[in-house]
């Protein structure tokens, strides 16, 4: 008798310390390491590339920088570890790095079988395709016959796979392992076509000699919702990186900017921004950080609009349009969840 009790209370004492420790987790990780790992791509201009100093710059390098200012009060205690495609799961699920934050769909496989979990989408995407204009082909509908360059382990390859059969098209795609083949296969003549998301056919194009020499057919062929991911079963530190990036968003909705933000915090009246800011209330602990997170991360890196217009706006390199990555309120689909 006095042993089963024994056996019940080691179980008991087992899976409490292990729920905690699952708790503690990522969190308590950087804390102590003082810095954030982050995964980025192999070096896409616009979306994470090193600058002329090795700085590594970009929007999906934006988002994990304003989550190491909450966390770490500095949006320079980062390492940087670029990731081929296929290597963007499994980096996270393993515990190699803290937060994916590179170009990646959010799909069902990877969210419920493949040990990591989405946070907010960054990004609203899809994927189209390029052609040299000089090969005089217009639309997507005459891509039969063609041969199209396509990085392995993405959506983008089991997109063109089912275009092709819903189409009845004979297509074959060249599949190459890292980006830098795959464009480099494309532009020296191997491929007809290059296919990925349009943000990075519109980012690959500025790379060219010559971009007005190749154009982007304007057929999108699937959603590709973009959104950092963390490793599965870190609730906590899936919040994190989830409502700093709602935060983001949020901030771009109250016009609180990289700029305002300190005069905001002391003097708006409007009582969602005083939360927001920390100036009432303890939202912070909600996600075990103090209540100056949020302003810490929109002083390093702006809001949402400001991130998104250093990297793709009118006055960026690349010029990509808002489109569906508008605020709700002028048409588009980012809808920031009530921070209370
Ligand atoms: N959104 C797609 C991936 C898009 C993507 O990352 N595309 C390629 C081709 S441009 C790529 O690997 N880019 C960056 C790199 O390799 O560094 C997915 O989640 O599977």
């Known amino acids: 008798m006095k042993a089963r009790w024994l056996f019940i209370l080691v179980l008991v004492l087992v899976v409490v310390f292990s729920g905690t420790q699952a708790f503690a987790g990522i969190l308590a990780d950087v ?5 954030l790992t982050l995964g980025v791509s192999e070096g896409v201009p616009g979306f994470s590339i ?4 090795g700085r590594w710059v970009g929007f999906d390098v934006d988002m994990g920088r304003a989550v190491a200012a909450a966390v770490l ?14 290597q963007k799961i499994v980096a996270v699920s393993s515990g190699q790095v803290d937060i994916t934050s590179r170009t990646t769909t959010w799909t069902m496989k990877r969210d419920a079988k493949q040990g990591v979990d989405f946070t907010a989408i960054v990004f609203y995407d899809g994927q189209g395709f390029m052609v040299p204009k000089k090969s005089g082909v217009t639309s997507a509908k005459q891509l039969d016959g063609a041969t199209i360059c396509v990085t392995a382990g993405t959506t983008t390859e089991l997109n063109l796979a089912d275009y092709a059969r819903a189409n009845g098209f004979k297509i074959e795609a060249v ?4 980006k830098k083949e795959a464009f480099g296969a494309y532009t020296s003549g191997r491929c007809d076509v290059f296919t990925t998301d349009v943000s990075q056919l519109a980012s690959w194009r500025t790379t060219v000699a010559d971009p007005t020499s190749h154009i ?3 057929e999108i062929i699937s959603k590709e919702p973009l959104a950092p991911l963390v490793r599965h079963g870190d609730n906590q530190w899936k919040d994190i990186v989830t409502w700093v990036i709602i935060g983001l968003v949020g901030a771009e909705e109250h016009g609180i900017t990289k700029a305002n933000v300190m005069s905001m915090k002391e003097k708006s009246k409007n009582p969602v921004i005083q939360r927001m800011l920390g100036a009432t209330g303890d939202v912070g602990s909600f996600l075990g950080l103090d209540n100056d997170w949020l302003v810490r991360a929109i002083k390093a890196v702006g809001n949402y609009g400001e991130i998104y217009d250093r990297h793709f706006g009118p006055k ?20 920031a969840p009530p921070i209370r």
């Open 216 to 218: 982007i057919l304007p």
């Open 31 to 35: 804390k102590a390491k003082g810095f």
């Open 50 to 53: 090193p600058d002329s100093s």
């Open 175 to 178: 599949v190459f392992d890292g």
């Open 73 to 86: 009060g500095d949006a320079e205690k980062m390492k940087f570890v670029p990731l081929a495609s296929k």
């Open 316 to 335: 960026s390199k690349l010029k990509i349009p808002r489109g569906l990555n508008k605020q709700w309120k002028d048409g588009g689909l980012l809808y």
